[in-house]
């Protein structure tokens, strides 16, 4: 066989005897064809490794590209150069914002990264009664997403009292249509802090997969229930990493990135996880196996994950294993340095005119109650992670109008012309300072979500938002100290993302600067409304238990 490229002198990793062997590579077709010492042949192109360390490229298998607030063709041109080339993308914020069509609209964009997508199960994440969208995915538009190659999996369902308790739901219609259609297709999960009786629930309707914050106990108890595990950055804590070493979990596991914001997205992705693993003492060829080999195997992929003869020729040179120092990076044989850029598609007007809610005024923004004290459901801020805790505190009643003392107002306007609804909460452990936060990329829903502790500083940020058709603005003093615009659906934009992320490092200065303290800022406000997140968060109808699938009322009592 002639060859088309030879990487000579490289320790090259064996995934299935999981160790380096120093040998020689050879590729044809853009596939791995031949591993052997002193492979040799005058007219293919050498490739002298130099003694570096051969991996194959990092398989992302739980992701969101919405998270990187851009496109598929703009996120594939930063991703590919930090190691990753292939992810599964789950695109349910799209799907929230315009439905089917948003799906489509991603599947559409040819990019050299190789883009695999989960049919999004929770669109929206509960159900109508709790929450509006611009979409809904139901099983409709699950039988025709199941004809398509790319859709590999069903994204995470997150809907765990539906799934679990009512059969007629629209969760459970879907599990039940991708079972019957596709059978051996993976289902994967979102059951934070859900164990025992419940977690084996969970199991029995077939998800099998869970990527949200795990402790050491929850990562023991849900792998051996058979339930594999996707590992995060939130999760690569200390006790965490011990125990899949300790327990020898490997086969049972794989590292995800599922949220890179733009401006964290020019500094690494998945590699930095493999990076974190190994200082942080797993071994290094586990943390690699768990970021290529175990994640394909998840998705069924037999054609990647390896460095093996017949294998897609994904592979990362790297100077220092240790480090993970990230020399090259090759997608189907070809240095991705030497890639045409993606074309960007062209967008569709409707998608830039979706913000249609009413201009705020500070009449809004004022809480209003008879007598002399109110009884308050109260979001407490939790900072390491997106969970908040439920509290209740009694708030003075002063000329009709509550006094929030130390907390934010919460305001959220239903943005798709659907009814108009605006709902309120209140905010502890947010912003220090005066100041406000307008945003429309609002978990998962994506209604509009307007955060501060001054009326005047809060309109100005929601109307600045509406004039944006979208993204973030931050105002301090009545003045704006940072936008970063996303003019696609109001939760994505077309711009490369150097720029974006330089826009959205700037409004997270700016979250800084109001005292807001968080190990991501923009996260956590995001995921106030996140109504599958423990455990009392907020959409366009009202304060919402999530455990319970419950509204309730902001003001619990008066006095």
Not at 67 to 76: G, K, L, Q, T, Y
Not at 287 to 295: G, L, V
Not at 373 to 383: G, R, V, W
């Amino acid at each position: 066989m002639a060859y088309d490229k030879i990487i000579k002198n490289c320790w090259v990793f064996n995934s299935f005897l999981k160790q380096f062997i120093f040998t020689d590579v050879a590729i044809k077709d853009g596939k791995f064809a031949l591993i052997a010492d002193d492979i040799h042949d005058d007219e293919a192109s050498i490739i002298n490794g130099n003694k570096r360390y051969m991996i194959p490229g990092l398989i992302d298998i739980h992701m969101h590209i919405e998270s990187s607030m851009s496109i598929p063709s703009r996120f594939a041109d930063a991703v590919l150069p930090h190691g990753t080339t292939t992810v599964v993308a789950d695109p349910h914020e799209i799907a929230n914002v315009v439905g089917k069509e948003g799906i489509l609209f991603f599947l559409s964009q040819q990019t050299p990264l190789d883009i695999f997508y989960g049919i999004p199960s929770s669109v929206p994440a509960t159900n109508p009664d709790l929450e509006t969208t611009g979409g809904i995915i139901g099983v409709e538009e699950v039988k025709s997403l199941l004809d398509d190659p790319r859709i590999v999996c069903l994204g995470e369902v997150m809907n765990f009292h539906d799934v679990c308790y009512d059969k007629a739901s629209l969760s459970s219609k879907i599990i039940a249509q991708c079972k019957k259609q596709r059978w051996q297709m993976p289902l994967e999960g979102h059951c934070p802090k859900i164990s025992q009786q419940q977690l084996q629930e969970f199991l029995f309707q077939g998800i099998s997969a869970d990527h949200t914050q795990q402790t050491a106990k929850s990562v023991y108890e849900k792998i051996s229930n058979g339930m594999f595990l996707e590992i995060q950055r939130k999760s690569m804590i200390p006790e965490v990493i011990d125990c899949l070493i300790a327990n020898n979990f490997y086969e049972y596991f794989c590292f995800v990135t599922d949220d890179v914001m733009a401006d964290k997205l020019r500094e690494g992705h998945l590699n930095q996880l493999v990076a974190l693993a190994i200082k942080m003492g797993m071994p290094k060829e586990m943390a690699i196996y768990c970021a290529s080999f175990t994640p394909a195997r998840r998705m069924h992929m037999e054609d990647r994950g390896a460095i093996a003869p017949g294998r897609i020729a994904d592979f990362i040179l790297l100077d220092d294993v240790n480090d993970f120092k990230i020399a090259e990076v090759y997608k189907r044989g070809t240095e991705v340095s030497k890639l045409p850029k993606t074309p960007v598609p062209s967008i569709p007007d409707s998608y830039r005119q979706t913000l249609k809610c009413m201009k705020a005024d500070a009449s809004m923004f004022k809480l209003k109650a008879n007598g002399h004290e109110a009884l308050c459901n109260i979001m407490a801020i939790e900072p390491h992670s997106t969970f908040t805790a439920h509290q209740q505190r009694w708030l003075k009643i002063k000329d009709g109008i509550i006094q929030r003392e130390d907390l934010c107002l919460l305001t959220v306007f239903e943005r798709y012309g659907k009814n108009g609804n605006i709902a309120h909460g209140l905010v502890a452990n947010a912003f220090k300072q005066k100041g406000a936060m307008a945003t429309s990329w609002a978990h998962d829903h994506h209604n509009v979500l307007v955060l501060g502790n001054d009326e005047e500083d809060m309109v100005i940020a929601q109307n600045e938002l509406l004039k944006m058709q979208g993204g973030f603005v931050v105002v301090k003093d009545h003045q704006i100290i940072a936008r970063c615009s996303l003019e696609i659906g109001g939760i994505v934009s077309s711009c490369e993302i150097s720029k974006l992320g330089h826009d959205l490092e700037m409004v997270r200065t700016a979250l800084q600067q109001l005292g807001y303290e968080h190990d991501n800022e923009i996260m956590s406000i995001s995921t106030l409304s996140l109504l599958v997140s423990p455990a009392l968060k907020i959409s366009d109808k009202g304060l919402i238990l999530t455990k319970e699938q419950k509204i309730i009322k902001l003001v619990e009592e008066t006095r």
